[in-house]
């Protein structure tokens, strides 16, 4: 196959689930340029109704539940749910078997913020089987990550009746998708269902004489019905309100968060995939499948935010 690359990014066409317009322009770029045109005070002020919506009577009651890393995105969303827009939120980590030691520093300093956190840890078997067959089926080995991330969240909400979930940024909103998924404000169980990162497998299709139901309880979703009964809201904080890691790193470094000291462990970032060593790989596997790794993601971010023309990206 020929890599066909977008004429204003340096995306190619063999990112999964980016397509090249007649213009040679990729749908993250599309996508790019309607956010200009967003009214952005319109929509902070839907925001805000959605949280005065939520906002529990009694100050102690939790309001919201925030899935967090410890990452910069993840300590920018408690700031502005906690400290700008005044919300109680639960904080819940996903406890990934490859956390690195600046994972957990930077992971005690958004606790600082002030807030509630449960750093969950599933049942390693079942996390390990998966890494396996999931890497030896598809080259992934954070397949179990993605799948852990979406399905642990809304299991929570349903145990604790807290229908509302801010989540960060649409990932097809920043980095490319069809119009539909790119215009999403919340997080569907069919967005979920159908995200390729999964490779068309939901965790039940993971059980097997190898891996038993047991094991990955914490991946199998709860009913949509039952869901439904609670109100369950799933939103994207970057939907409503402008969206940059950059700008998001420097907020997290007033809270303590610690880029890292050596430079960027991949990419242009020394900011980002900090946290798990898993996601490293996950990159590194993307240059043998696709033709192009996570320099080619964030030079292409920073193009979109005006950091870089083209020719300094390539």
């Known amino acids: 196959m020929n890599l066909k690359y977008c004429n204003i990014c340096v995306s190619p066409s063999t990112r999964p689930g980016l397509n090249l317009n007649s213009d040679g322009i990729c749908t993250a770029c599309e996508t790019a340029s309607k956010k200009k045109q967003i009214d952005w005070v319109l929509r902070r002020k839907h925001l805000e109704s959605i949280f ?26 408690v700031h502005m749910v906690k400290n700008v827009f005044n919300m109680n939120p639960l904080c819940i980590t996903w406890r990934t078997l490859a956390r690195t030691q600046r994972g957990e520093e930077n992971l005690t300093a958004l606790k600082k913020i002030g807030v509630d956190h449960i750093d969950f840890s599933p049942n390693p078997d079942g996390i390990n089987k998966i890494t396996v067959k999931a890497f030896e089926d598809y080259g ?59 490779k068309g497998k939901e965790a039940v299709n993971w059980i097997s004489d190898y891996i038993a139901r ?40 007033k809270y303590g968060f610690k880029p890292r000291e050596n430079g960027p462990i991949m990419g242009l970032y020394d900011y980002a995939d900090l946290d798990c060593m898993n996601i490293v790989i996950h990159h590194y596997f993307k240059w043998l499948k696709f033709g192009f790794n996570r320099i080619t993601d964030n030079a292409s971010n920073e193009i979109r935010k005006g950091r870089l023309n083209r020719t300094e990206a390539i």
């Open 214 to 253: 047991r094991e990955i309880n914490s991946y199998i979703p709860p009913d949509d019905t039952a869901l439904e009964k609670i109100g369950y809201e799933p939103i994207y904080l970057g939907f409503y309100i402008p969206w940059d890691a950059k700008k998001n790193k420097e907020i997290a470094i």
């Open 52 to 77: 005065d919506r939520h906002r529990r009577v009694r100050d102690y009651d939790y309001d919201c539940i925030v899935p967090v890393s410890g990452g910069k995105d993840s300590i920018y969303q």
């Open 140 to 198: 992934d080995s954070s397949l179990i990550d993605h799948l852990a991330i979406y399905n642990v969240i809304p299991n929570f909400a349903l145990r604790f009746n807290l229908p509302l979930v801010i989540w960060g940024e649409n990932p097809y909103m920043e980095y490319g998708g069809d119009e539909t998924n790119s215009n999403l404000d919340q997080q569907s169980s069919k967005f979920v269902r159908e995200h390729h990162i999964f």
